[in-house]
Nanobody, 127 residues
Framework: QVQLVESGGGLVQAGGSLRLSCAAS????????MGWFRQAPGKEREFVAA????????AYANSVKGRFTISRDKAKNIVNLQMNSLKPEDTAVYYC????????????????????WGQGTQVTVSS
């Protein structure tokens, strides 16, 4: 069992930065690929970024590539999403997710592969 709790969301002006964190409990964290997804009002949930079990294989949606950085701290069971140069279109609820049992170097971008989800944290970017 893995429990995920996101934090760090808020209101920021366009061009600003936010850092989201996802605290994971449970012994399976080290064996799970971790991902961030987001859902804007009236839209489907979409992939944002993922990091492998190994910690150095990452994947990003084209819309955030070069602006967002995902990282994991295995000692603290935390996954971070550093978001820079934020745009109004980044406004959404951001969810952390875990894919236990993922192979060591995969960073999945398909939400169906993730078994555990956090409650979400709101990010609002004003223009």
């Amino acid at each position: 069992q893995v429990q995920l709790v996101e934090s760090g969301g808020g209101l920021v002006q366009a061009g600003g930065s936010l850092r989201l964190s996802c605290a994971a409990s449970g012994r399976t964290f080290s064996s799970a690929a971790m991902g961030w997804f987001r859902q804007a009002p009236g839209k489907e949930r979409e992939f944002v970024a993922a990091v492998s079990r190994a910690g150095f294989n990452t994947a990003y949606a084209n819309s955030v590539k070069g602006r967002f950085t995902i990282s994991r701290d295995k000692a603290k069971n935390i996954v971070n999403l550093q978001m820079n140069s934020l745009k109004p279109e980044d406004t959404a609820v951001y969810y952390c997710a875990a894919d236990p049992g993922s192979s060591m170097f995969r960073s999945p971008d398909n939400s169906d592969e993730y078994d555990y989800w956090g409650q979400g944290t709101q990010v609002t970017v004003s223009s």
